[in-house]
């Protein structure tokens, strides 16, 4: 143990000597310190404007007057997504997918995005997250320090007489491993820092505790790489291109291929296909404005039977109501159908291209992060979900009002005059069916669960690289 703390000791002591490795950390460390303060200053504005957003657009709906129900079917309401305590970190989809959505009777509109100023108002580094510096830049780091671990000691001449000492090519391997990983270490205290801040804001401790770890070994995973490349070529300059070169390739050539295949091979159909498709069984469900439609014939034949009536304004209910309830739930049952064939075929892509975590460590590294701070694919589609199942209540809350509240009469004459007009309203204490909305992330083993393929993944590339790294150790030579 003495030996190692020596080799990691004197390791330190030439990377403080060495101006390049400090000039290097301290942009680093500047890059880490502007994206987190960019990150932490858009989440606070977003989660403040959606939030104040969010509650602006309930008490709009609650404060409508009196009105004909499905005046505020169609009225609507919007719903927005506040950003969870980890999206600090890791944004994820965020930026790229919708935050609000129109909910409103008898459709399923798609989530609108974020004001495009809103990135733009923080500047040229607006795109860059604490997450993605260390995907991409944590790694450039770690191959700056390691690159000449062993190389170094073989260009002094200083390899032969460490060797003759006792010392083992693969204890001096694991004092330089030690360096590295202290190393390491100290560049996961702005996320350590991050995540208090996200406990604070409520987040789960084992999910701020599995994103720690993820990105540990991610970055040790590295520093294992690094040092075998070191052992296997004999110049410093060759070493650093091999992982500059390396590092292009996993960091930026292979997560773009790997989306390309994943599109070509996995292609889901495109919105106007969809849509045309959709529309064609839509008219076939019969349209729930008109009460006279023949797709209505059955139900209004089984009221007037169950009832023992002859005509519908004979009814106890508005038939007229009764329609719109039962043409919404089976419009709403073929919209969720198309939703949930969509959101099927985009989780297939997703999971196709995290199975590609294999050939890149920093694919698996995207793909765990995502899941564990709640920014993902799954996590989208939950909002999308909840929205829909929040609108269909609300829209049918107003529709059974639309049907046990006003009288068929008096609905059917309301565009008589202004008076009829008048008289075929509700209380708008009616509108008190729509419910008050938050999104709350899973818990943290369902994020755990969810990452699993991809920490799978990342374990293997550490697990590979380390045996590589011990078997080669063994057999150093000066």
Same mark, same amino acid.
């Given at each position: 143990?003495?030996?190692?703390?020596?080799?990691?000791?004197?390791?330190? $002591?030439?990377?403080?000597?060495?101006?390049?490795?400090?000039?290097?950390?301290?942009?680093?460390?500047?890059?880490? /310190?502007?994206?987190?303060?960019?990150?932490?200053?858009?989440?606070?504005?977003?989660?403040?404007?959606?939030?104040?957003?969010?509650?602006?657009?309930?008490?709009?709906?609650?404060?409508?007057?009196?009105?004909?129900?499905?005046?505020?079917?169609?009225?609507?309401?919007?719903?927005?997504?506040?950003?969870?305590?980890?999206?600090?970190?890791?944004?994820?989809?965020?930026?790229?997918?919708?935050?609000?959505?129109?909910?409103?009777?008898?459709?399923?509109?798609?989530?609108?995005?974020?004001?495009?100023?809103?990135?733009?108002?923080?500047?040229?580094?607006?795109?860059?997250?604490?997450?993605?510096?260390?995907?991409?830049?944590?790694?450039?780091?770690?191959?700056?320090?390691?690159?000449?671990?062993?190389?170094?000691?073989?260009?002094?001449?200083?390899?032969?007489?460490?060797?003759?000492?006792?010392?083992?090519? $693969?204890?001096?391997?694991?004092?330089?491993?030690?360096?590295?990983?202290?190393?390491?270490?100290?560049?996961?205290?702005?996320?350590?820092?991050?995540?208090?801040?996200?406990?604070?804001?409520?987040?789960?401790?084992?999910?701020?505790?599995?994103?720690?770890?993820?990105?540990?070994?991610?970055?040790?995973?590295?520093?294992?790489?690094?040092?075998?490349?070191?052992?296997?070529?004999?110049?410093?300059?060759?070493?650093?291109?091999?992982?500059?070169?390396?590092?292009?390739?996993?960091?930026?050539?292979?997560?773009?291929?790997?989306?390309?295949?994943?599109?070509?091979?996995?292609?889901?159909?495109?919105?106007?296909?969809?849509?045309?498709?959709?529309?064609?069984?839509?008219?076939?469900?019969?349209?729930?404005?008109?009460?006279?439609?023949?797709?209505?014939?059955?139900?209004?034949?089984?009221?007037?039977?169950?009832?023992?009536?002859?005509?519908?304004?004979?009814?106890?209910?508005?038939?007229?109501?009764?329609?719109?309830? +039962?043409?919404?739930?089976?419009?709403?049952?073929?919209?969720?159908?198309?939703?949930?064939?969509?959101?099927?075929?985009?989780?297939?892509? +997703?999971?196709?291209?995290?199975?590609?975590?294999?050939?890149?460590?920093?694919?698996?590294?995207?793909?765990?992060?995502?899941?564990?701070?709640?920014?993902?694919?799954?996590?989208?589609?939950?909002?999308?979900?909840?929205?829909?199942?929040? $609108?269909?209540?609300?829209?049918?809350?107003?529709?059974?009002?639309?049907?046990?509240?006003?009288?068929?009469?008096?609905?059917?004459?309301?565009?008589?005059?202004?008076?009829?007009?008048?008289?075929?309203?509700?209380?708008?204490?009616?509108?008190?069916?729509?419910?008050?909305?938050?999104?709350?992330?899973?818990?943290?083993?369902?994020? /755990?669960?969810?990452?699993?393929?991809?920490?799978?993944?990342?374990?293997?590339?550490?697990?590979?690289?380390?045996?590589?790294?011990?078997? $080669?150790?063994?057999?150093?030579?000066?």
């Amino acid at each position: 143990m003495k030996q190692l703390m020596l080799i990691a000791h004197d390791e330190w $002591r030439y990377w403080c000597r060495s101006q390049v490795v400090l000039v290097a950390t301290l942009i680093f460390l500047a890059l880490i /310190l502007a994206t987190n303060f960019i990150s932490a200053a858009r989440l606070s504005a977003e989660s403040e404007t959606r939030t104040q957003h969010q509650s602006e657009a309930e008490q709009a709906f609650l404060a409508q007057p009196d009105r004909h129900p499905h005046r505020m079917v169609h009225y609507g309401h919007y719903l927005f997504r506040t950003p969870v305590p980890l999206s600090l970190f890791d944004p994820g989809l965020d930026a790229i997918t919708g935050q609000a959505i129109f909910l409103e009777g008898h459709r399923q509109n798609s989530l609108t995005f974020s004001e495009a100023g809103a990135s733009a108002d923080f500047g040229g580094l607006s795109w860059l997250s604490p997450a993605l510096m260390y995907q991409l830049f944590a790694p450039l780091m770690i191959v700056l320090l390691g690159h000449s671990a062993l190389v170094r000691e073989r260009e002094a001449s200083v390899l032969s007489p460490i060797l003759a000492l006792g010392v083992s090519g $693969r204890k001096l391997m694991a004092g330089k491993a030690v360096a590295l990983t202290f190393f390491t270490t100290l560049l996961l205290v702005p996320l350590i820092i991050g995540a208090l801040l996200a406990y604070f804001q409520g987040e789960r401790l084992g999910a701020l505790l599995a994103l720690i770890a993820v990105y540990f070994f991610y970055c040790l995973v590295w520093v294992v790489l690094t040092l075998l490349v070191s052992t296997l070529v004999k110049r410093r300059s060759e070493v650093l291109i091999v992982m500059l070169s390396f590092w292009c390739v996993v960091s930026l050539v292979l997560p773009a291929l790997a989306v390309n295949i994943v599109s070509s091979y996995k292609a889901s159909a495109g919105k106007i296909e969809s849509d045309l498709a959709m529309q064609r069984d839509i008219e076939k469900l019969g349209n729930g404005h008109n009460a006279n439609d023949p797709a209505f014939l059955k139900l209004r034949s089984d009221l007037l039977e169950q009832h023992n009536v002859d005509h519908v304004e004979d009814l106890p209910v508005n038939f007229r109501g009764i329609v719109a309830l +039962e043409g919404e739930r089976k419009l709403t049952e073929l919209l969720n159908q198309y939703a949930e064939a969509r959101m099927q075929a985009e989780q297939d892509q +997703e999971r196709s291209l995290a199975k590609y975590g294999f050939i890149s460590p920093v694919l698996a590294v995207t793909f765990a992060s995502r899941a564990i701070a709640a920014t993902d694919l799954a996590h989208y589609h939950r909002f999308q979900r909840e929205a829909e199942a929040l $609108r269909f209540d609300f829209v049918q809350g107003l529709n059974r009002a639309h049907a046990e509240k006003l009288s068929y009469q008096l609905d059917i004459h309301r565009y008589k005059d202004e008076a009829s007009a008048q008289r075929a309203r509700v209380d708008a204490s009616n509108w008190q069916v729509l419910n008050r909305y938050e999104f709350i992330a899973a818990d943290s083993s369902q994020r /755990l669960g969810r990452a699993a393929s991809s920490l799978l993944n990342l374990f293997l590339w550490l697990l590979i690289s380390m045996v590589a790294l011990v078997w $080669r150790s063994g057999s150093i030579k000066p």
